[in-house]
């Protein structure tokens, strides 16, 4: 009976010592665990930070690159307070070329008081009569005005009273669309954007 209860004994260690010896792997195995995940997440942040910069410089390196361009693009866009200042420009093209240039019909998006970087169109159809050099050149000189211009439905005929004296020789018919756009306020130079980053 005694050799019954120091086995019994022996046995209740024995299990005790093995739940105690689990509990502390487990325990363990947990905060291994956590402190695998909270090491993987702080290389992860890192990483993405370090991504971060990188992205950052190479976009004001590609800005420093092209400010000069960025600062033409606004130029590229009939201001509103600017139509009819464009309107004379379209009537001016064949002036010192020998052609008669008119505007028979126009039509602008009204957006003088919206809001910066608002767009519009400015729609117009021309009428050109002179020679024939005269009034190919006047087209030529549409397509590549100052503005970001869409020149379509060209026409172009020769005027009934070809054979007369005074007479212009052709008629040259197409559609001019000007890109409007309410004037961005100034930004920030790219020298002084470059010294956010470092």
């Known amino acids: 009976m005694k050799h019954y209860f120091g086995h019994l004994l022996l046995l ?29 997440l702080a290389r992860q942040a890192v990483m993405s930070a370090t991504s971060n910069k990188t992205h950052d410089q190479a976009f004001m390196q590609m800005y420093q690159a092209t400010a000069d361009s960025w600062a033409k693009l606004p130029k590229l866009f009939v201001r ?4 009819v200042a464009f309107i004379v420009a379209v009537e001016s093209l064949g002036s010192n070329i020998g052609a008669a240039t008119t505007i028979s019909a126009i039509d602008a998006d009204n957006i003088e008081n919206a809001k910066p970087g608002t767009m519009g169109i400015i729609h117009a159809h021309v009428d050109v009569q002179g020679s024939w050099s005269a009034v190919i050149r006047t087209l030529e000189l549409a397509e590549i005005m100052p503005y970001k211009v869409d020149v379509s439905g060209v026409s172009l005929t ?3 009273s070809g054979s007369s004296k005074n007479s212009l020789g052709w008629r040259l018919g197409f559609d001019i669309k000007a890109a409007m756009m309410v004037e961005l306020p100034a930004g920030p130079t790219a020298t002084a954007a470059t010294s956010t980053v470092h």
């Open 12 to 40: 209740s260690v024995a299990v005790i010592t093995v739940c105690v010896v689990g509990l502390v792997y487990a325990y363990m195995w947990h905060t291994t665990n956590a402190s695998i995940q909270e090491s993987i």
């Open 80 to 83: 509103p307070n600017d139509v």
């Open 158 to 160: 020769a005027d009934p």
